[in-house]
């Protein structure tokens, strides 16, 4: 079984400024990761996808992640936040295969905040 | 293309009602699943499927069937209804080699 902890329950940053959302995994075989966002009242939307290759992964909105193995982490970031990034963000794993493997174990999320 | 639907939005129930939330897509994707979400806990599976006539159990499916006829279809059952199943579901559906889903608006059920 794979599990997903993201760190920060709540990250409060001020426009403009950079943004980590960190996420760190747990699982005993090769894993697909993910980062979805959600805004209020709507269903979850995806953000960027770690499936092979480049461990830097770019997604919508100027999100971007790094996989990094040995750490088993994926973090999130970006280097200028707006007001319209505020949402939760979700980090999610899934098994490297087809089939039932496909099921996605996510984190608890993390609120993003963007003040003016 | 609609995507994923889901109805109704919004649902009050009493303690011991059935219902069913509906889902559908129109993406031909052969993997389709059902997650509740409660502050703080994330998304948690309750019952997903590979393929019409393929079902199985997530991580919280007491009191809950599902069945999957179709390739778009993925109906959610709540047998008898308990205040501890108040939550916002969201049915989700992907193509089984690749990766990323495409999540639902969500169904928001209140149980008193």
């Known amino acids: 079984a794979q599990s997903v902890t993201q760190l920060d329950s709540q990250v409060p940053v001020f426009e403009e400024a950079p943004v980590e959302l960190r996420c760190n995994y747990s699982?005993?075989?090769?894993?697909?990761l993910f980062w979805y966002v959600q805004y209020p009242n709507q269903g979850l939307q995806l953000l960027l996808k770690?499936?092979?290759?480049?461990?830097l992964v770019k997604g919508i909105n100027g999100f971007e992640a790094e996989f990094n193995k040995s750490q088993t982490s994926f973090h999130l970031r970006k280097p200028s936040v707006h007001i319209s990034d505020t949402a939760e963000y979700f980090c999610?794993?899934?098994?490297?295969?087809?089939?039932?493997?496909?099921?996605?174990?996510f984190g608890s999320g993390t609120q993003l905040t963007v003040l003016p | 293309n609609a995507g994923v639907t889901q109805t109704p939005k919004f649902q009050v129930l009493k303690t011991g009602q059935s219902m069913t939330l509906q889902c559908a897509q129109d993406?031909?994707?052969?993997?389709m699943s059902w997650y509740r979400q409660d502050p703080g806990m994330g998304l948690r599976l309750i019952h997903y499927?590979?393929?019409?006539?393929?079902?199985d159990q997530g991580e919280v499916p007491n009191g809950y069937n599902v069945s999957r006829s179709t390739t778009e279809d993925f109906p959610l059952r709540l047998l008898s209804a308990a205040p501890s199943q108040t939550s916002v579901y969201f049915c989700?559906?992907?193509?089984?080699?690749?990766?990323?889903?495409?999540f639902g608006s969500g169904t928001r059920l209140t149980v008193v």
């Open positions: 989700a559906s992907s193509y089984l080699d690749r990766g990323g889903y495409t």
């Open positions: 699982s005993s075989v090769s894993v697909y």
């Open positions: 770690y499936l092979s290759g480049s461990t």
């Open positions: 999610a794993v899934s098994r490297k295969s087809s089939g039932s493997a496909r099921q996605l174990t």
């Open positions: 993406m031909n994707h052969e993997y």
């Open positions: 499927s590979v393929g019409a006539g393929i079902t």
